[in-house]
């Protein structure tokens, strides 16, 4: 079995998990990633807190993108100037990160930074977000990042060792992953499994048109084509990630969206 072994030098620089969480899930991953790097960690919170259900929330947080009346912030008690590599968490909102995180990444001098981004979703925006720091922080090294469903947030500690592993933030070995194979038209029985991870989801995904696969130690990995309509009722076509455990009564469970 191939395995990608720790070469970089990351985990022996300071690092500053720094974090927004509503609901407490963004938290959870956070604390797991602290857990496991050692760095220090800071929760990012807004002077007028988010309060209310969920749809007040995003109604609100929805008026601040409009408008550009970014929400205030308390200070920082750590000192970004003093860490090399920061770990920024947010949930995903609209498809990028909250409007906390638009705050910080405006009154914050982060040039020369390593910034490793890690979100939680309802069904995507690790990539949306990743290229929103990328123009937000011109002068700041915006590195691959992790992402997790809300629904699946306990799958985060063993896909943050790999992360953490693979990318040289952390000592110790992990199984190269091979890739997926080339798309092929869906067969029936590729259908059942895409149905039985994502029609429980809220709002309707599409249908699956081509699939890739993978077989790693611990599961059969899917990268389906998906066609279906945007949030602006256009046609559109997504990636949905699927992933089978190979153990006794593993369910399919969808894992990202890549729109």
């Known amino acids: 079995m191939a395995v990608i072994a720790t070469t970089m030098t990351a985990f022996a620089q300071k690092k500053l998990v720094l974090y927004y969480s509503e609901t407490g899930t ?36 929805q008026r601040e993108m409009q408008s ?31 409007t906390p995180i638009a705050t910080l990444v405006k009154d914050n001098d982060f ?23 990328v123009k937000a922080l011109p002068k700041a090294k915006i590195q691959p990042g992790y992402g997790v469903r809300t629904a699946r947030v306990t799958a985060a500690e063993k896909e943050l060792d790999r992360f953490l592993k693979e990318n040289g933030y952390k000592k110790g070995s992990v199984e190269k992953l091979p890739p997926y194979s080339a798309q092929q038209p869906v067969t029936d029985a590729e259908k059942a499994i895409f149905d039985a991870a994502c029609s429980s989801y809220q709002f309707p995904l599409g249908t699956p048109s081509t699939v890739g696969k993978r077989q790693t130690s611990g599961s059969t990995d899917y990268k389906f084509t998906v066609n279906g309509r945007g949030m602006d009722g256009k046609e559109s076509t997504s990636i949905i990630y699927v992933t089978v455990g190979n153990g006794q009564g593993a369910k399919p469970e969808f894992t990202e969206v890549v729109r």
């Open 111 to 133: 040039a020369g930074k390593t910034i490793v981004p890690f979100c939680t979703f309802g069904s995507g925006g690790l990539n949306t977000s990743s290229d929103a720091l």
């Open 68 to 98: 550009g009346q970014l929400p205030e912030l308390k200070p920082l008690k750590s000192k970004i100037a003093d860490y090399d590599v920061i770990f920024l968490g947010y949930p995903i909102w609209f498809g990028t990160y909250a």
């Open 26 to 61: 963004t938290k959870t991953v956070a604390q797991e990633l602290q857990k496991q790097t050692g760095a220090d960690i800071e929760s990012i919170e807004a002077v007028k807190p988010y309060t209310g259900n969920f749809q007040e929330t995003m109604q609100r947080g």
